[in-house]
């Protein structure tokens, strides 16, 4: 049975160019999308790819800690308020490097000057426990850093035994460690890109403050009626009273 075209023009759908406008407009909402925060995006890659240059350029550092105890021996060798108050006046003066002369074992070289960018000492408000530790570019040299400084210590508590009533004693010393401290790859990153995440909020913030006053600086003020005048309010008042009689 043949079949019978109704009356009309016929339809030509024409799919290629309807998807050509469609791949228009949608380039089109990017490209404004794109230009609205594009300063955002910038921040965040910007930070982003800092973290990751730090990580991978960086150089590498290692750290090793040795600890040493100071004990009151006022107190029949047990820790007191005393060892606690001199483990926090050692811990001041074990990187200095009148205190390191007292080691007997060698430090690694280094500039002259740069041991406190090698030794750190930390110590608690609670115990006369005394971390020392040592960074350097190699595992070995980190360790023999924490070490001297742990040895120096001891001998120098011993030296000042009879005047302070309290003795240092080595509790644990430094091995070389397997890993490096920094730089740390995940962190380094995540730093990065914290950080440009914060930028580009302000930027934001900044930018939408901006187009705030814009547009309400060019919003038309509304109309605002002013004061009645006598005139007017005396033809009014006539008015009023021809209508009442």
């Known amino acids: 049975m043949r079949q019978v075209r109704p009356p009309g023009p016929r ?5 290629r160019r309807a998807v050509a406008v ?46 040493v105890l100071v004990v009151d021996e006022g107190q029949g060798g047990r820790t007191g308020p005393a060892a606690v108050n001199f483990a926090q006046a050692y811990g001041r003066l074990a990187p200095l490097p009148e ?3 007292y080691s007997t074992r060698p430090l690694p070289e280094a500039a002259p ?32 850093f924490a070490n001297a400084a742990a040895d120096a210590l001891v001998r120098y508590g011993a030296s000042h035994r009879s005047d302070t009533g309290v003795r240092v004693a080595m509790m644990t010393v430094a091995a070389p460690p397997e890993t490096p ?10 730093v990065g890109t914290a950080s440009g995440v914060l930028l580009a909020g302000l930027s934001a913030a900044v930018a939408g403050g901006r187009r705030g006053r814009g547009t309400a600086s060019r919003r038309p003020d509304a109309a605002v009626p002013g004061p009645a005048r006598a005139g007017t309010a005396a033809t009014t008042g006539t008015e009023s009273a021809g209508v009442g009689r």
């Open 22 to 67: 469609a791949a228009g407009r949608a380039r089109g909402r990017g490209g404004a999308l794109l230009r609205r925060y594009a300063l955002p995006i910038a921040f965040v890659l910007a930070g982003f790819l800092g973290g990751l240059g730090y990580a991978l350029l960086a150089p590498t550092t290692y750290t090793a800690a040795a600890f």
């Open 113 to 144: 000057g740069s041991t406190r960018e090698h030794i750190q000492a930390s110590t608690s408000p609670d115990t006369p426990l005394i971390r020392l530790a040592g960074t350097a570019r190699t595992a070995k040299d980190a360790a023999a």
């Open 181 to 190: 401290s920094s730089p740390n790859l995940p962190l380094g990153v995540a």
């Open 99 to 101: 205190t390191l002369d």
């Open 11 to 15: 339809l030509r759908r024409r799919p």
